[in-house]
């Protein structure tokens, strides 16, 4: 089974970007479509991007679709989230997880789920 391990979270002004990273174990990476979520303080976990496995098509959430993009390198077993355009908003802990479904939006379709990556965005 895949384990995943997310990198690249931090503090940043509003306005300002980041790069996340979503980093893999076992060679069946290629096999899963990924997904990033989030969550606030006292916030569900919401969606935010998807992947499909080959990296040819992607999904947005409305709040960041033009502000995120979504990538892959099946070659290193990584996924990225490129956020740019900040907003104290998007502050939650953002986390990656695999899925055998694509595009999928409901985290109970998604497992297993990295450990989370804080990023903080000041106004």
């Known amino acids: 089974q895949v384990q995943l391990v997310e990198s690249g979270g931090g503090l940043v002004q509003a306005g300002g970007s980041l790069r996340l990273s979503c980093a893999a174990s076992g060679h069946t990476f290629r096999n899963y479509a990924l997904g990033w979520f989030r969550q606030a303080p006292g916030k569900e976990r919401e969606f935010v991007a998807a992947?499909?496995?080959?990296?040819?098509?992607?999904s947005y959430a409305d709040s960041v679709r033009g502000r995120f993009t979504c990538s892959r390198d099946n070659a290193k077993s990584t996924a990225y989230l490129q956020m740019n355009s900040l907003k104290p908003e998007d502050t939650a802990v953002y986390y990656c997880?695999?899925?055998?479904?694509?595009?999928?939006?409901?985290?109970?379709?998604?497992?297993?789920w990295g450990q989370g990556t804080q990023v903080t965005v000041s106004s």
């Open positions: 997880a695999a899925a055998n479904q694509f595009p999928a939006t409901q985290s109970s379709v998604y497992g297993p």
């Open positions: 992947i499909i496995w080959s990296g040819e098509a992607t």
